[in-house]
Nanobody, 124 residues
């Protein structure tokens, strides 16, 4: 079992920045990749970024490449999503997820564990 708790969401103006955190707990965390997804009202859950627990594998959705950076601090069992140059279309609930599959997946149905999500709202 893996427990995930997100934090760091909020309201920001277009062009602004936010840093999301995902604190992970549980057994054998080194066996899991951690991904960020987002879901806007009325839309399907969308892949944002993924990082392997070693940090050796990182992958981004095209829509956030160059603006978002995923990283992790293994000592704190925490994964971060640094978001800059935010756009109104980035508005969504952002969710952290854990998966044991390799290579890491970008499809949300493949992930086993989920956090409760944190709201990010970008005003124009």
């Amino acid at each position: 079992q893996v427990q995930l708790v997100e934090s760091g969401g909020g309201l920001v103006q277009a062009g602004g920045s936010l840093r999301l955190s995902c604190a992970a707990s549980g057994r054998a965390l080194h066996m899991y990749t951690l991904g960020w997804f987002r879901q806007a009202p009325g839309k399907e859950r969308e892949f944002v970024a993924v990082i392997s627990w070693s940090g050796g594998f990182i992958y981004y959705a095209d829509s956030v490449k160059g603006r978002f950076t995923i990283s992790r601090d293994n000592a704190k069992n925490t994964v971060y999503l640094q978001m800059v140059s935010l756009k109104p279309e980035d508005t969504a609930v952002y969710l952290c997820a854990a998966d044991q599959n390799w290579p890491p997946r970008t499809v949300y149905r493949e992930y086993d564990y989920w956090g409760q999500g944190t709201q990010v709202t970008v005003s124009s």
